[in-house]
């Protein structure tokens, strides 16, 4: 299926002053999908992961590239064209608590890097990659090649996704932090963290970080156990404090 995208002139100059110029901020962005994908698997398996999430972020400063890797829901064919021709229009738009206020989803990566290559795999198909480059286009739109179909083999999950951001500058690169990064997953997503079957590993140049949750058994005094509201998911959550 052809896809056809159009990256202003304008959009692309206002990506980076959105996450305060940080690639660290704009990187949050594909691990809150991944993370978002998790959740999405949860709920069709009746509210439990049908298998241990792990979602990698692999960042190689040498070579100028950062990938990331999840055993989540993966994508559709169709989902993927949508996500990828309604620039600007994410589904966590406007919602301040996220990283995906702005709308922009995927294509955060067009503030710092020159390419994009998707490979993803829904349970119920093969998997497929696109390649997606950094092309202006001011006027009309640009049309990118088409899904290419890859085999069961090529991919090492039955469902997920693997996004590789390539052409990364340097002075970009420079500003990665590992600590923000662990940081910001633990703060945002301690909850999860606290189930034993999903992890988060940030891998960047050879050395693994892995996120976990604060250990409130570490504090000295009483556990007070309390249910909370989630506003995005409506449920209530049992929390330790």
């Not at 406007?94 to 067009?110: L, R």
Request: net charge negative.
């Amino acid at each position: 299926m052809a896809i056809k995208v159009r990256l202003s002139t304008k959009l692309l100059k206002n990506i980076p002053p959105l996450y305060d110029d940080d690639i660290n901020r704009m990187l949050m962005e594909y691990i809150d999908n991944s993370i978002d994908s998790a959740d999405d698997l949860k709920k069709e398996n009746n509210n439990e992961y049908p298998r241990k999430i792990k979602i990698d972020v692999f960042i190689d400063t040498g070579k100028g590239e950062i990938s990331f890797l999840d055993n989540c829901r993966g994508m559709t064919p169709e989902k993927l064209q949508s996500v990828i021709e309604n620039i600007g229009d994410s589904e966590k738009k406007a919602q301040v608590w996220t990283n995906g206020q702005f709308g922009v989803g995927m294509w955060v990566f067009a503030g710092f890097a020159k390419e994009m290559e998707i490979i993803t795999k829904d349970s119920r198909s093969s998997p497929y990659k696109i390649y997606i480059p950094v092309k202006v286009v001011d006027e009309g739109e640009e049309e990118i090649e088409d899904m290419k179909g890859l085999k069961d083999k090529d991919f090492p999950y039955v469902s997920g996704t693997k996004i590789i951001l390539k052409g990364i500058e340097k002075k970009m690169l420079k500003q990665i932090s590992y600590q923000f990064l662990k940081n910001e997953v633990e703060k945002h997503f301690e909850l999860l963290l606290s189930d034993p079957n999903i992890e988060v590993i940030i891998h960047i140049d050879g050395k693994d970080e892995k996120c976990t949750a604060f250990d409130y058994e570490e504090i000295y005094g009483e556990t007070v156990e309390r249910e909370i509201m989630n506003c995005e998911t409506g449920r209530k959550q049992s929390i330790k404090h």
